[in-house]
């Protein structure tokens, strides 16, 4: 009976994050302060990883069984600038210690907001042997006019319930 708990317990929280999603108030393509954000980094690329462009992004997604998106970002990122629809979350700092979960046998594109991040996750991948396809950031690809992105708002925080007073 316990086991059904937890998955009625898991169903209803994950309904309830669903119930929360909302589109972002002003869509980053034509957000000024997203498009500055997105300029500030655009000719900024030092990695060997390819720098995944919109369309190439757009082709991937349409792929999910042939990738793997591995997003570098902490959960906070993820629900102000938005992720991708299929992806593994391992925050960048972890990266080499989470190594063992992913596939060698699949396409593996990095996502960070601007992909700076994603660029030097895709190099230390390609230098441990994985199939790297290249790097993205979220917020580059909403303003180039890409739409996969689902941004959710942070649920409310919890208020403590105030304690009775014993008698």
Same mark, same amino acid.
């Given at each position: 009976?316990?086991?059904?708990?937890?998955?009625?317990?898991?169903?209803?929280?994950?309904?309830?994050?669903?119930?929360?999603?909302?589109?972002?108030?002003?869509?980053?393509?034509?957000?000024?302060?997203?498009?500055?954000?997105?300029?500030?980094?655009?000719?900024?690329?030092?990695?060997?990883?390819?720098?995944?462009?919109?369309?190439?992004?757009?082709?991937?997604?349409?792929?999910?069984?042939?990738?793997?998106?591995?997003?570098?970002?902490?959960?906070?990122?993820?629900?102000?600038?938005?992720?991708?629809?299929?992806?593994?979350?391992?925050?960048?700092?972890?990266?080499?210690?989470?190594?063992?979960?992913?596939?060698?046998?699949?396409?593996?594109?990095?996502?960070?907001?601007?992909?700076?991040?994603? +660029?030097? %996750?895709?190099?230390? &991948?390609? !230098?441990?042997?994985? $199939? *790297?396809?290249? #790097?993205?950031?979220?917020?580059?690809?909403?303003?180039?006019? +890409?739409? %996969?992105?689902?941004? &959710?708002? !942070?649920?409310?925080? $919890? *208020?403590?319930? #105030?304690?009775?007073?014993?008698?």
């Amino acid at each position: 009976m316990t086991s059904i708990k937890h998955l009625a317990a898991t169903a209803f929280a994950i309904v309830a994050l669903c119930a929360n999603a909302q589109p972002p108030a002003l869509s980053p393509a034509k957000d000024p302060e997203a498009i500055a954000r997105v300029a500030r980094y655009a000719n900024d690329w030092k990695f060997k990883a390819h720098r995944l462009s919109r369309a190439e992004v757009d082709a991937l997604l349409a792929k999910p069984q042939d990738v793997v998106f591995v997003d570098l970002r902490r959960p906070d990122e993820q629900i102000r600038f938005g992720s991708f629809p299929v992806f593994l979350s391992i925050q960048n700092d972890q990266l080499e210690k989470q190594l063992a979960w992913l596939p060698k046998d699949r396409g593996i594109v990095t996502v960070s907001n601007h992909s700076q991040r994603a +660029g030097a %996750a895709a190099d230390l &991948l390609a !230098a441990r042997g994985y $199939r *790297v396809i290249g #790097a993205t950031g979220a917020e580059e690809y909403e303003v180039a006019g +890409g739409t %996969a992105v689902a941004h &959710l708002q !942070a649920p409310a925080p $919890r *208020v403590a319930a #105030a304690s009775a007073p014993k008698s």
